[in-house]
């Protein structure tokens, strides 16, 4: 099968049926493991990207929060949300198809506070230098939930079985530059 294309026909359906321009197919082993459209215009669901479903569904059909043996298509160099899941779920590798450039004189996602050509100098900021007002607000007992998970996991800080270097493979999160975003 050819996942890229794949990838391509769920956008292009989507929009089709009144949703946006983003897709996300995931492979394991030479097959579909998890596939979705970005469903955030049919849920209201800022969170709803084609990767974030996608990951969801892919990891509960493998018991894990972890793709590790999984190739990851996106039809567009993910947002910022997205590539941390990304990060998270630590798959073999991210192939997209499009970047920002492609495909910003045909659509944008400007909001309030997050625009994508600015995202990674914004996030890259101190948290109380970043156009989002934020407020901390210390409290020890907030820290000590931490203690608590720890103590609960025999005193290890890790997240038990997570992939922490990268694959013996190279695995790597292909992208294009910061401002392809």
């Not at 779920?89 to 495909?103: G, I, K, M, Q």
């Not at 607000?137 to 939930?145: F, L, Q, S, Y």
């Not at 038990?160 to 992208?175: D, N």
């Amino acid at each position: 099968m050819d996942f890229i294309q794949r990838t391509i026909d769920l956008a292009r359906q989507n929009v089709a049926e009144g949703g946006r321009p983003f897709a996300t197919v995931i492979v394991k082993d030479g097959e579909i493991l998890a596939e979705s459209a970005n469903k955030v215009a049919q849920t209201d669901d800022p969170t709803a990207h084609a990767e974030i479903l996608a990951i969801r569904e892919a990891c509960v059909k493998l018991g894990t929060e972890h793709l590790a043996g999984t190739t990851i298509y996106v039809l567009a160099h993910p947002c910022p949300m997205c590539l941390g899941s990304l990060y998270y779920c630590s798959p073999d590798e991210v192939v997209f198809l499009t970047t920002r450039d492609a495909y910003e004189p045909h659509y944008v996602d400007d909001r309030k506070y997050f625009e994508l050509n600015t995202f990674y100098e914004e996030f890259g900021k101190n948290w109380d230098q970043r156009r989002l007002p934020m407020r901390h607000e210390p409290r020890e007992d907030a820290v000590e939930v931490y203690r608590f998970w720890q103590e609960r996991n025999g005193g290890e800080r890790r997240v038990a079985g997570a992939p922490t270097v990268a694959s013996p493979t190279g695995g790597k999160l292909l992208q294009a530059s910061a401002c392809n975003s």
